[in-house]
């Protein structure tokens, strides 16, 4: 069978997509051009950069938000696309914590904040990062995420949050390193709220999440979704186009089936029309993602 090209499988999944094809249709087509499906595993890069639902909803053919499978392939190419392509918007940085607390204040209106910054940044980190006590925002580490990413959706919208409902504990753990770290900076700092050094993604850029757990050095540590959640809650600048780093959340593992098997983890990414939370593999690597990491004091 011949290889077809990735203008070929761009022009059959737009065919799809404007047929409004239904799911056997579709399930059909991918079993006759099991060429379509090579090609799409040439190109891991482009394919995890698909939010799930986005692709659920191409294969159903029923949404039109399933033309953005199109367009992020089109977006790369068929060129390879270099690690270095992917990184920070121009100029980005953490900001002062003035502002980010300016921002939070808004959600978190009864916090206060006594944490004080200490004299030096750990080495690899790129800033501080202001996060509000989980305990303090719900009872468990669980409804605390849920809550923040409302946040961000009111905040920052569109926000897709493709795992709706399968944040419970069930679905998500953190890693027992990150959850003692945060633990710690919980019950050491007075206030509402605890202060992370961190960086997130340049690092550890093309890296599987799995790779940048094993490379983690002194003090790293891998920041959970709620971490990260308060990070783009405060930079939403972060993440704003194709090319700026998707952020692994090293923090955490994730089952999709509620099962033991939680060889997954949680991301961020631009999906062309906002921010968006899913999953992937912890032992896929990809150009355009880059694990978040703090540093303990």
């Known amino acids: 069978m011949a290889k077809i090209t990735l203008e070929q499988a761009i022009e059959l999944l737009s065919l799809i997509v404007k047929a409004n094809a239904t799911e056997d249709a579709v399930k059909q087509t991918l079993i006759e051009r099991f060429d379509l499906v090579q090609t799409m595993l040439e190109y891991p890069y482009a394919v995890k950069g ?3 639902s986005a692709f659920e909803a191409f294969i159903r053919g029923s949404s039109p938000s399933a033309e953005a499978v199109v367009r992020m392939l089109q977006t790369h190419g068929e060129e390879h696309v270099a690690p270095e392509e992917y990184g920070y918007p121009a100029g980005w940085r953490l900001r002062p914590l003035e502002e980010q607390l300016k921002v939070l204040s808004a959600f978190f209106p009864e916090f206060s904040c006594e944490a004080q910054i200490p004299p030096h940044l750990p080495e690899g980190a790129e800033g501080w990062l202001l996060v509000p006590k989980p305990r303090r925002m719900a009872k468990t580490y ?22 709706e409902g399968e944040l419970g504990p ?13 633990d710690e900076l919980d019950r050491c700092t007075p206030g509402d709220y605890f202060l ?3 960086q997130s993604g340049l690092r550890h850029r093309a890296s599987s999440v799995y790779d940048a757990q094993a490379s983690f050095g002194g003090g790293e540590f891998g920041l959970g979704p709620l971490e990260v959640a308060a990070l783009l809650l405060t930079h939403p600048d972060r993440l704003g186009d194709y090319q700026h780093l998707g ?14 098997r939680q060889s997954y983890s ?8 906002g921010i968006c939370l899913d999953y992937s593999s912890a032992e896929g690597n990809a ?3 880059g694990s978040a990491s703090g540093f303990a004091p």
């Open 170 to 182: 069930q679905h998500l753990r953190l890693r027992q390193h990150s959850l003692n770290v945060l």
């Open 247 to 260: 952020i692994d959340c090293p923090g955490c593992a994730y089952a999709p089936n509620a099962d033991d």
């Open 196 to 198: 992370l050094a961190i």
């Open 266 to 273: 949680l991301y961020f990414i631009w999906d062309g029309e």
């Open 50 to 52: 698909l939010s799930r």
């Open 142 to 163: 669980h409804e605390a995420l849920e809550r923040i990413l409302r946040h961000l959706g009111e905040a920052h919208p569109p926000f897709s949050n493709a795992r």
């Open 287 to 289: 150009p355009g993602f």
